[in-house]
T-cell receptor, first 114, second 113 residues
Framework: KQEVTQIPAALSVPEGENLVLNCSFT??????LQWFRQDPGKGLTSLLL?????REQTSGRLNASLDKSSGRSTLYIAASQPGDSATYLC?????????????FGTGTRLKVLA | DAGVTQSPTHLIKTRGQQVTLRCSPK?????VSWYQQALGQGPQFIFQ???????QRGNFPDRFSGHQFPNYSSELNVNALLLGDSALYLC????????????FGQGTRLTVV
């Protein structure tokens, strides 16, 4: 059974710091891995998607890496800003009988202090 | 493009009642999945609909049921509501033939009192 774990559960940093969020998964047979941002009480905003054949993806100040063999992904946020404060969710997508579904971690709650 | 839209945004129901949540997929998408997100947890897969049929179901009781219409929109129905059904319900849409990622709506916050 696929399980996704995110460490740390919460993080508080001063503005300007570079930070790393970690995600681990137990089964390497994934279709892709995706990082989402969620503001309180809101839906999910996709940040980065990494296909299983890729090693990393970058978007602006965000960089996500994927190591399938070790079952790990990291989300790197450069020069953090108060507007980055949110919960960050990692999800792996896998297929079962042709149906794709996401399996999510419990998230990392990030607070960036001004 | 309106993206994935869900209605209503908030809902308060009493234990034992029934509720229907609605989802309109992103334009061009034909597959709808529903997720339940309890407070402080990651979303959990409920079920997925394609061609008006339930394709796969997560570990949820039969009180949770759904429907997909010919225009690809979908409903999630929950009967005999329990306090533990209080959660954010998220709808995600995708296109089955090029299924690289799904797009999520803003969710419906259900509170059962």
């Amino acid at each position: 059974k696929q399980e996704v774990t995110q460490i740390p559960a919460a993080l508080s940093v001063p503005e300007g710091e570079n930070l790393v969020l970690n995600c681990s998964f137990t089964d390497s047979a994934i279709y892709n891995l995706q990082w989402f941002r969620q503001d309180p009480g809101k839906g999910l905003t996709s940040l980065l998607l990494i296909q299983s054949s890729q090693r990393e993806q970058t978007s602006g100040r965000l960089n996500a890496s994927l190591d399938k063999s070790s079952g790990r992904s990291t989300l790197y946020i450069a020069a953090s800003q108060p507007g980055d404060s949110a919960t960050y969710l990692c999800a792996v997508r896998r297929t079962t009988s042709g149906t794709y579904k996401y399996i999510f971690g419990t998230g990392t709650r990030l607070k960036v202090l001004a | 493009d309106a993206g994935v839209t869900q209605s209503p945004t908030h809902l308060i129901k009493t234990r034992g009642q029934q509720v229907t949540l609605r989802c309109s997929p992103k334009s061009g998408h034909d597959t709808v999945s529903w997720y339940q997100q309890a407070l402080g947890q990651g979303p959990q897969f409920i079920f997925q609909y394609y061609e008006e049929e339930e394709r796969q179901r997560g570990n949820f009781p039969d009180r949770f049921s759904g429907h997909q219409f010919p225009n690809y929109s979908s409903e999630l129905n929950v009967n005999a509501l329990l306090l533990g059904d209080s959660a954010l319900y998220l709808c995600a849409s995708s296109l089955v033939l090029t299924d690289t990622e799904a797009f999520f709506g803003q969710g419906t916050r259900l509170t059962v009192v």
